[in-house]
């Protein structure tokens, strides 16, 4: 990558979770550029730790302790008004930011609570807030807001195509998570009426790097199916023809990075997409044989009886449901024009990694004595 980062001054919300540690480690290996890390503070583990911990499992030590000499640790809370500091603290770093990307969220598909909307879509507000201040004080370029292409909602069970410039078309939600994200856009989309330029990236799946670094962090694709090979389910409510839309964390790193050192100030969206989609009944197949067992028979949605289900069992299926039946197509062509002039295309999941990665899930829960319910 060009070194187009040199000497800019990057504020980044997130930098500890799955996807944050990823495009933190991008920016630092691609430039000499200074970033300031908003991290909340913890008391168990405070912030010099969590990042390190974030850090271990996709770089080396000596590495990390490098990355340490252009990061400023900046303490503070995105649900909290002024991101949790005092005005001054805020307008000194405010006056000296040239970019910032915001990637702190509550992921949690199935987790109803309120709390997921206060860091989502109050979080993201006062993140603007935040950023209209670096404009008028400073020389902020551009604010990179990182969303999910699941605010489509409930639409996702239609034969659709769901456009980079589309937000509202009348769709519901099939969890607060994917609702505060798509509140967090409006938000967004208000005040670039008032001038302040953002991007917005979609991802679709982000999964793990193959090897899986850490089992703890089994995200996307393979978390669903953990639960649907450990012989629990006699049947699963799958549309016939789903396929995964699966992008891999460092991927999408790669690619809202690039994106957004490519492109103007003026602010749009971008779906971070993989063209080369994982149909759900090959990857069964390969779960089916790696772990011997009985293959859950498929059932459409419209004749599953959820009541057939024990309480637990919808615990760990239900969220997953909306995805098993997913029909929509996601429109890339923004982001696909941009990283085909930077000679980049997303990795397919091969078989060999799809079959690795079932062996490492059969290790682990073989470790940890797994009781079917």
Do not use: W
Request: glycine share 6%; with cysteine; charged share 25%.
């Amino acid at each position: 990558m060009p070194n187009s980062l040199d000497q800019r001054n990057i504020f980044m919300t997130g930098a500890t979770g799955f996807f944050g540690s990823r495009l933190l480690k991008v920016i630092l290996d691609s430039s000499q550029s200074h970033l300031f890390l908003l991290i909340r503070p913890r008391k168990k583990q405070t912030s010099i730790p969590r990042l390190k911990s974030a850090l271990s499992g996709i770089t080396s030590d000596a590495r990390i302790e490098d990355y340490l000499k252009r990061i400023t640790i900046v303490e503070g809370d995105i649900a909290k008004e002024g991101l949790g500091m005092d005005g001054d603290r805020l307008k000194e770093i405010a006056k000296d930011i040239d970019l910032i990307y915001h990637l702190a969220a509550d992921v949690n598909i199935g987790n109803s609570d309120e709390g997921i909307r206060v860091v989502n879509a109050y979080g993201t507000q006062n993140v603007l807030e935040f950023a209209s201040m670096c404009k008028t004080y400073g020389r902020l370029k551009k604010l990179c807001h990182v969303s999910t292409a699941y605010v489509v909602g409930t639409k996702g069970k239609s034969d659709i195509v769901f456009r980079e410039d589309d937000l509202a078309i009348s769709q519901g939600f099939n969890n607060t998570y994917e609702e505060s994200k798509y509140e967090a856009e409006l938000a967004v989309n208000d005040y670039r009426k008032k001038g302040l330029a953002v991007d917005i990236y979609r991802p679709s799946i982000l999964t793990d790097s193959i090897p899986v670094v850490d089992y703890e962090f089994l995200s996307g694709l393979f978390r669903p199916f953990h639960f649907i090979i450990s012989g629990t389910f006699d049947k699963i409510p799958v549309y016939g023809n789903t396929k995964f839309n699966v992008v891999s964390a460092e991927d999408a790193a790669k690619a809202v990075s690039l994106i957004s050192l490519s492109t103007n100030g003026k602010g749009r969206n971008y779906h971070i997409v993989n063209n080369s989609e994982l149909p759900f009944d090959h990857a069964l197949d390969i779960a089916q044989e790696v772990f011997e067992l009985k293959r859950p028979a498929r059932v459409p949605l419209e004749d599953f009886d959820m009541n057939s289900l024990t309480g637990i069992q919808r615990q760990m299926v239900g969220p997953f449901i909306p995805y098993f039946n997913f029909k929509a197509r996601f429109d890339s062509r923004n982001a696909d024009k941009v990283l085909k002039d930077k000679g980049f295309c997303y990795n397919s999941l091969r078989d060999d990694e799809v079959r690795s990665v079932f062996k490492y899930m059969r290790e682990r829960m073989a470790q940890h004595r797994y009781v079917s319910v």
